[in-house]
């Protein structure tokens, strides 16, 4: 089983990136996505999640309006598209798998099974 966050680097505040999620080693279609971000020293934040269908999505207060969730099963891929990005979006970024269940999706908290490694966005000013 694999997540592989990519996609990260610096860019300027007000500019775009598009962060990628590829999974391997389950079926994609059965489980949610969701996005999270950590900083040194802080918990890790809820950043966006889609649930399995995609029919779903869901946003943190900060990131709202400015950044969307999206999923390509033909590519077993889940996206970040971040725009007007600023300067306390920097953090390292984090996907993860929640598996379907008949509770539904919970995308905010963190009873995800599986976890990839982040990658690293820097907003400068």
């Known amino acids: 089983v694999q997540l592989q966050a990519s996609g990260g680097g610096l860019v300027q505040a007000g500019g775009s990136l598009r962060l990628s999620c590829a999974v391997s080693g389950f079926t994609f279609d059965d489980y949610a996505i969701g996005w999270f971000r950590q900083v040194p020293g802080k918990e890790r934040d809820f950043v966006a999640g889609m649930s399995w269908t995609g029919g779903s999505r869901f946003y943190g207060d900060s990131v709202k309006g400015r950044f969307i969730i999206s999923r390509d099963s033909a590519k077993n891929t889940a996206y970040l598209q971040m725009n007007s990005l600023k300067p306390e979006d920097t953090a390292n970024y984090f996907c993860?798998?929640?598996?379907?269940?008949?509770?539904?999706?919970?995308?905010?908290?963190?009873?995800?099974?599986?976890w990839g490694r982040g990658t690293q966005v820097t907003v400068s000013s």
């Open positions: 993860a798998a929640q598996i379907r269940s008949e509770v539904g999706f919970r995308p905010d908290s963190l009873d995800y099974e599986f």
